[in-house]
């Protein structure tokens, strides 16, 4: 989602600046510039960020920019330094220096530290805080709405008038967005800097990754320089001045539980990939001899529940066939899925609800944190047949049913959707379905291909609506 939108926002810049802004120079000719990164090629969406903020001195060089990487709060403020002290050396600022703080005495940021210069600059500026009273936490990944907050503390700093390409809106989950953040949040959103995702959330606790960074603050740096036409509306950067919008702003509600609708597009799995145990391994089996999810991704390996995952004892194979396996949240990466289903725990449920749903709420916030931007799709685990082997005092449909319900009250708190399959397949009394259980009579639990049609079938018209 963030590359539409880098692209979209990147014509609207186009069009609003000169040419020779976008081809700022930095102080010095850059006839003999040479791209240090070697991760950064011109098929990258971000290419021109990366590149005209190194040309321009505010980017260090390095052997690779590692742009999927999230970003640090030392390198956002190295980085705003570096255009102030550099890119804006002669801008004309009038700023009340008796304001200014004393020199923060940060103990993990020292004198010989690369962000020394940097921290002390942004903190005496009021850009930013530390963590604590004694700690900056300069490795400390951002949040977007950190990201916002402190570049349009930044704009206001060095005096940049930021043209309001659009008028301030409100996202779906704005009031989620903590109170000191809103005005710069609001701020960004009406000068093109940032936006919402497609399906109208912000997601204000959500990482950045350097690109994304990258982006925002190219877009700050660019903003500098833009004549704005006679008459046109800026941004107001003053401190909480668009904090009252937000009094307005009503409570959207937000349903975990995925509805049914009218069949959904199956291009709308292309983007996705599920991860599960022995049980979904028949899914993947179907779909890949059918393609009825479409281009849909698989993460699956038997026995493979959420404790299983935490010790590396069993992860799913990928690339398949590499006999590689990287820790879950690696492995939803390189698939480069935006929508993640899981259905993990039956495995992990005999050991009782409190434990399979801490191990697998790790698993999805695992999963998040190396992916930024991702949905979770929680598929609840489906029952057991009657004639099953492995049905027990600690594993049996009552035990299954109230881990499902734990599971989506969580899906509810972190606004993760919860699709309901397992209610396909029960029969009047709970259990699953005969025509469906490929092991009937011995551990009852697996399906046949009958049963992944059915499956396939209700995830087709249970597709979370916000994500289409």
């Avoid at 990258?44 to 709060?73: C, D, H, M």
């Avoid at 949905?375 to 009657?386: E, H, N, W, Y």
Wanted: hydrophobic share 35%.
């Amino acid at each position: 989602m963030w590359v539409k939108q880098a692209i979209s926002w990147f014509l609207v810049f186009m069009i609003l600046f000169s040419s020779a802004s976008l081809l700022r120079e930095p102080a010095g000719s850059t006839e003999d510039w040479e791209n240090p990164y070697i991760d950064v090629t011109q098929d990258l969406w971000s290419y021109q960020y990366i590149t005209e903020l190194n040309k321009a001195g505010v980017l260090p060089s390095s052997e690779k920019f590692q742009g999927q990487e999230e970003e640090t709060r030392g390198n956002l403020v190295l980085y705003l330094y570096n255009m102030d002290q550099g890119v804006f050396k002669d801008r004309k600022k009038s700023r009340d220096k008796k304001k200014e703080k004393a020199a923060p005495n940060f103990t993990d940021v020292t004198k010989d530290s690369p962000y020394y210069d940097a921290v002390c600059w942004a903190y005496q500026n009021g850009l930013v805080g530390g963590t604590t009273e004694t700690t900056f936490a300069p490795e400390h990944s951002l949040t977007r709405e950190q990201v916002c907050t402190v570049v349009a503390r930044f704009a206001a700093l060095e005096e940049i008038s930021l043209l309001q390409v659009v008028e301030p809106d409100q996202f779906k989950d704005s009031l989620y967005i903590d109170e000191y953040a809103r005005s710069g949040v609001t701020a960004c959103q009406m000068a093109g800097i940032v936006k919402g995702y497609d399906n109208g959330f912000f997601q204000p606790d959500n990482t950045l990754t350097r690109e994304e960074c990258a982006a925002v603050v190219y877009r700050v740096m660019t903003a500098a320089d833009m004549e704005i036409p006679e008459g046109s509306a800026v941004v107001d950067l003053t401190e909480g001045a668009y904090d009252s919008l937000y009094d307005n702003y009503q409570d959207i509600t937000f349903t975990a539980l995925v509805p049914e609708t009218e069949e959904g597009p199956v291009t709308f799995f292309d983007q996705a990939v599920f991860i599960g145990d022995s049980i979904s391994m028949t899914l993947e089996a179907y779909c890949g001899a059918s393609g009825a999810l479409g281009g849909a991704k698989f993460l699956c390996a038997g026995s493979m529940s959420p404790t299983n995952m935490l010790t590396g004892k069993i992860l799913p194979e990928y690339p398949k066939g590499s006999g590689q396996k990287p820790a879950i949240g690696d492995s939803v990466a390189a698939t480069g899925a935006k929508v993640v289903y899981v259905m993990l725990g039956m495995d992990n449920i005999a050991y009782g609800v409190e434990r399979a749903t801490k191990d697998y709420l790790t698993i999805l916030n695992q999963i998040i944190e190396k992916n930024p931007g991702v949905q979770i799709v929680v598929q609840s685990v489906t029952p057991m047949a009657d004639s099953s082997t492995s049905y027990s005092e600690k594993l049996n449909n009552e035990q299954i049913n109230a881990f499902n319900e734990t599971m989506k009250a969580y899906c509810q708190d972190n606004r993760w959707y919860y699709v309901n399959v397992a209610e396909a397949f029960k029969d009047e009394k709970g259990f699953l379905k005969k025509e469906y259980c490929r092991d009937y009579g011995s551990m009852g639990m697996h399906f046949t291909y009958e049963g992944a049609k059915i499956w396939v079938q209700y995830l087709k018209t249970h597709i979370p609506q916000d994500l289409l």
